[in-house]
């Protein structure tokens, strides 16, 4: 099946300071999800993006299909964007990567 | 506003009982998914069901069953709980199948976070 690969898992700033998750796919995709789980363990959904860029507030992705990759971009980055974020790739299932752990720190 | 509620937000169960996990969604989505989330693991697919009766197997539907009577409710089922089971479970739901007509996005409930002791 489709391999969704994270990184870095783990991510520790300052608050204030960008930052840039990234997702690799080892196949053709028909949907790209980057989502937020909270510290309180709910998933929001940030960005539905199977190809191109958007921007919602400080946050931003991009994904290039041909290449199989998408990179989340948080800006300015506050205490309350900790938590995991996961990528989600729709192929002939949805499979989820394992997540990356931002932590911002005051 | 979109809305997936799950029955309980946290729930403890012991060894050997029967666990139900509610979900209902009220966006009149045809498309409902359970997921359960593990640390180092994502979230891994357990069981879908695109209409009303009908359930297709994730990836890790050993231990589980689900029950779709109602277009709106979704319902994951363990028959003897483990402690291997001890995880969060995340309810989703979609307006278009995400597995045969193309993707759309998929909406969270909150997550039920389940201890089996």
């Known amino acids: 099946g489709i391999q969704v690969e994270q990184s870095p898992p783990d991510l520790i700033l300052q608050e204030g300071a960008n930052s840039t998750l990234r997702c690799n796919f080892s196949d053709s995709v028909n949907n790209l999800q980057w989502f937020h789980q909270n510290p309180w363990g709910q998933l929001i959904n940030l960005f539905y993006i199977p190809s191109g860029t958007k921007q919602n507030g400080r946050l931003s992705a991009t994904t290039v299909a041909t290449e199989r990759y998408s990179l989340l971009y948080i800006s300015s980055s506050q205490t309350t964007d900790s938590g995991v974020y996961f990528c989600?790739?729709?192929?002939?299932?949805?499979?989820f990567g394992a997540g990356t752990r931002l932590t911002v720190k005051p | 506003d979109v809305k997936v509620t799950q029955s309980s937000r946290y729930l403890v169960k012991r060894t050997g009982e029967k666990v139900f996990l509610e979900c209902v969604q009220d966006?009149?989505?045809?498309?409902m998914f359970w997921y359960r989330q593990d640390p180092g693991l994502g979230l891994r697919l357990i069981y879908f069901?695109?209409?009303?009766?009908?359930?297709e197997k994730g990836d890790i539907p050993e231990g589980y069953s689900v029950s779709r009577e109602k277009k709106e409710r979704f319902s994951l089922i363990l028959e003897s709980a483990s402690t291997n089971q001890t995880s969060m479970y995340l309810c989703a739901s979609s307006r278009t199948s995400g597995i045969l007509d193309g993707a759309d996005t998929q909406y969270f409930g909150p997550g039920t976070r389940l201890t089996v002791l």
């Open positions: 069901s695109y209409d009303v009766k009908m359930k």
């Open positions: 989600a790739v729709e192929h002939n299932d949805m499979r």
């Open positions: 966006m009149d989505h045809e498309n």
